[in-house]
């Protein structure tokens, strides 16, 4: 049964800093490149980050660059994004996608709000 499972989600002030990490299960890992998309209420998904099955390439959507990484680790089974500097239009549901080829999985979300 495949799984991925966000975790990390919050309530943060402007400035401040979340890490998201996402567990995988039930499938080969290190075959699938992972991403990060969110969708705020109103707007579609949109891509955060991605990284490659062995993490040596990775890309950012415009808005996140040099303020998030994203990262894995193929012997924990697990994609993190370490997200700091966030604003208010940072907020979203953030999900962590899996895909290789045809094969394409999501998680349920977790939910990032930063607000003072």
């Known amino acids: 049964q495949v799984q991925l499972v966000e975790s990390g989600g919050g309530l943060v002030q402007p400035g401040g800093s979340l890490r998201l990490s996402c567990a995988a299960s039930?499938?080969?890992?290190?075959?699938?490149?992972m991403s990060w998309y969110r969708q705020a209420p109103g707007k579609e998904r949109e891509l955060v980050a991605g990284i490659s099955r062995w993490g040596d390439s990775t890309n950012y959507a415009e808005s996140v660059k040099g303020r998030f990484t994203i990262s894995r680790d193929n012997v924990k089974n697990t994609v993190d994004l370490q997200m700091s500097s966030l604003k208010p239009e940072d907020t979203a549901v953030y999900y962590c996608k899996a895909q290789l080829l045809r094969s394409l999985y999501w998680g349920q979300g977790t939910q990032v709000t930063v607000s003072s």
């Open positions: 039930g499938f080969t890992f290190s075959n699938y490149a």
